[in-house]
Antibody, heavy 123, light 111 residues
C-alpha cells in the first residue's frame, strides 16, 4: 500500500528557509487521481493546510502562506518537496505530507498521511 | 481562527453516542459534499474516518457516521469506546482562494 515519509532538518534558524521532502512508496506520484499536500500543526493546536501540487507541477497555496511557500514535485524520484522561506517561531510545527484525493474513492479527502516531522525554529 | 467552527471539547460515557458539529458557510460546508473527518490520537498522524459527508473508508468502524444539514456537518460516534478518545477535525473544500479549510478540532473525552 502507498506510504508517505517526510524528511528534512528538524531545526531551522530564524529567517532561514525550511526544506522538507515527502517520499512516496508503494505507488506512483504521477497518478492523475491525486494531489499531494503539505499540512502543519503547531504544538497543541489544530491543522493548517499549506498547499498542494499535482503531478503536472500545478500548485495551490494557502493565501496566508503563499508569499513564502514553494512546493515542487520530482516524479522520477517519486517525491515532492516543501520550501518555506523567512521562517519565524510561528512556523515551528509538526509538518505532515498527505495524499489529497482528486477523483475516485475518497474524493475530496486526505486518505493517506505521513507520520509527520517536527520542525523547531531557533538560533 | 479556523474557517470551520467545531466545539472545543465533547465528552461521553462508554456505550453512549456523541455528535461533533462542524459549521461553515455556503461557500464551503453548505455548498459542497466534500466534507471529511479525521481522528488524531496524541503524537499520531490524523486518520481519515469519513469522506464526502457520510462515507466510511474501508476498515473504519460503522460506529462512526457523518451527515450534513445546511452549513453544518456532523460526526456521530455511537457505542463510545475508550479507544475513541482523540481529537477530531473536519475538513471541507471551499470556493474561496483557500481551497482547503479545517475545523479547529474537537477533543473527545470518554469518561
Amino acid at each position: 500500500q502507498v506510504q508517505l515519509q517526510e524528511s528534512g532538518p528538524g531545526l531551522v534558524q530564524p529567517s532561514q528557509t525550511l526544506s522538507l521532502t515527502c517520499s512516496v512508496s508503494g505507488g506512483s506520484i504521477s497518478s492523475g487521481s491525486y494531489y499531494w499536500s503539505w499540512i502543519r500543526q503547531p504544538a497543541g493546536k489544530g491543522l493548517e493546510w499549506i498547499g498542494r501540487i499535482y503531478p503536472s507541477g500545478s500548485t495551490n497555496y494557502n493565501p496566508s502562506l503563499k508569499s513564502r511557500v514553494t512546493i515542487s514535485v520530482d516524479t522520477p524520484k517519486n517525491h515532492f518537496s516543501l520550501k518555506l522561506s523567512s521562517v519565524t517561531a510561528a512556523d515551528a510545527a509538526v509538518y505532515y505530507c498527505a495524499r489529497d484525493v482528486w477523483s475516485g474513492s475518497y474524493r475530496g479527502a486526505f486518505d493517506i498521511w505521513g507520520q509527520g516531522t517536527m520542525v523547531t525554529v531557533s538560533s | 481562527q479556523s474557517a470551520l467552527t467545531q466545539p472545543a471539547s465533547v465528552s461521553g460515557s462508554p456505550g453512549q453516542s456523541i455528535t461533533i458539529s462542524c459549521t461553515g458557510t455556503s461557500s464551503d460546508v453548505g455548498g459542497y459534499d466534500f466534507v471529511s473527518w479525521y481522528q488524531q490520537h496524541p503524537g499520531k498522524a490524523p486518520k481519515l474516518m469519513i469522506y464526502e459527508v457520510s462515507n466510511r473508508p474501508s476498515g473504519v468502524s460503522n460506529r462512526f457516521s457523518g451527515s450534513k444539514s445546511g452549513n453544518t456537518a456532523s460526526l456521530t460516534i455511537s457505542g463510545l469506546q475508550a479507544e475513541d478518545e482523540a481529537d477530531y477535525y473536519c475538513r471541507s473544500y471551499t470556493s474561496s482562494s483557500t481551497l482547503v479549510v479545517f475545523g479547529g478540532g474537537t477533543r473527545l473525552t470518554v469518561l
